[in-house]
Each structure stands twice: as structure tokens, then as C-alpha cells.
């Protein structure tokens, strides 16, 4: 069982910058892929990125490749979202997950954070 909290949500202006951190707890932290997605009003979970258990493998959605990068800190059984350019496109509830792989779709992945919000204005 893992439980999983986020936390770095706010209102930003278009180009700036918001750093998303995703706490887990439980066990065997570092044999979970993790992945970050967003869900917009009256939209569908988006996939953001994913990184596997050690890190060394990290894949990011067309839409903002370039922009986002996700890491983790295994000994603080830690995810961060460093988001870079926001665009008012990118106003969404952010999502923790965290699954037995890395990957891009929401059923890879078994448990989910409560999420935070991100604003972007224009």
C-alpha cells in the first residue's frame, strides 16, 4: 500500500515556474514507477510524465517536453514536477501515481494522490 501526497499547487503567470512535490509512504518506494497527470474541467486525465524506480528512465507528454522535468529522490521517497514556460493551457488538478512500472496511461498505475491545483494566468 502506498499513500500518496502532493503538494506545490498555485497561481503563477504565464512563463513563470512551479516546482510540484509528490510524498509517498509505505514501503518499497523504490520499486514503483511513478507518473504525473493532470485533469482539467469537463476534460480526461491527461498524461504529464512517468519515471521508473531508479530514475534512469523518464518520458514526457508532446505537450510539454521541453518545459516539465520529473525526478525522485528514493531515500525521501520523493516525485517532483519542475514546471518551466506555463501556458494558461497548463491550469489543471496535478496528479500523483504511482504503479509496478513507469508509463503513460492512467491503468498502469494503482495508487493515486488527492492532487493539486496549478493555475496559469494569462
Known amino acids: 500500500q502506498v499513500q500518496l501526497v502532493e503538494s506545490g499547487g498555485g497561481l503563477v503567470q504565464a512563463g513563470g515556474s512551479l516546482r510540484l512535490s509528490c510524498a509517498a509512504s509505505g514501503r518499497g518506494f523504490r520499486a514503483y514507477g511513478m507518473g504525473w497527470f493532470r485533469q482539467a474541467p469537463g476534460k480526461e486525465r491527461e498524461f504529464v510524465a512517468t519515471?521508473?524506480?531508479?530514475?534512469?528512465?523518464?518520458y514526457y507528454a508532446d505537450s510539454v517536453k521541453g518545459r516539465f522535468t520529473i525526478s525522485r529522490d528514493n531515500a525521501k521517497n520523493m516525485v517532483y514536477l519542475q514546471m518551466n514556460s506555463l501556458k494558461p493551457e497548463d491550469t489543471a488538478v496535478y496528479l500523483c501515481?504511482?504503479?509496478?512500472?513507469?508509463?503513460?496511461?492512467?491503468?498502469?498505475?494503482?495508487?493515486w494522490g488527492q492532487g493539486t491545483q496549478v493555475t496559469v494566468s494569462s
Open positions: 519515471i521508473s524506480g531508479s530514475g534512469a528512465i523518464t
Open positions: 501515481a504511482a504503479g509496478p512500472s513507469y508509463g503513460s496511461t492512467p491503468d498502469r498505475f494503482h495508487y
